[in-house]
């Protein structure tokens, strides 16, 4: 449930979901033991860790109120529904605020510098994506259980 609210999990620019997109990370290359960062990896550890971190630990994320109109619209919809709105976040995010002009079918090429610029774009969506996936994954286990 939690890969499908990972936007680079949901598109495929020809790029392996950025995996084929090589990023620094605030002057960071490193993505040990798995070689160069890359767009898809920041998306799914390192920008979660700075926002962990940010935000003072997993808690603060995990265990801030959820409003009852945020739960009632997250818990709606489908699975496939869940992953068209992940791909519209790299669609409309992941991509286009990178501080590289590209066009939808050009190939990115060299290591773009992922910088505080695009953190801050992308850091609230992570966080609301991450409370969805809590949220739907509930939905989806009282499901399963008959609840």
Known sequence: MGDIHQPLHAVNRGDRGGNRVQVSFFGERDNAPYGSLNLHAIWDVHMVRRLISDRQGERAIVSAPIGGRDRAAWEKGSIS?????????????????LPVAVSCSQKI???VAIEQA?????????EV???KAGIRLARVLNEALGR
């Open 109 to 111: 090429a060299g290591v």
């Open 81 to 97: 529904g869940w992953i068209d709105e992940s791909h519209a976040i790299a669609k409309n995010l992941a991509y286009p605020a």
């Open 118 to 126: 695009y953190y801050d774009q992308a850091a609230p969506v992570i």
């Open 129 to 131: 994506q991450i409370r």
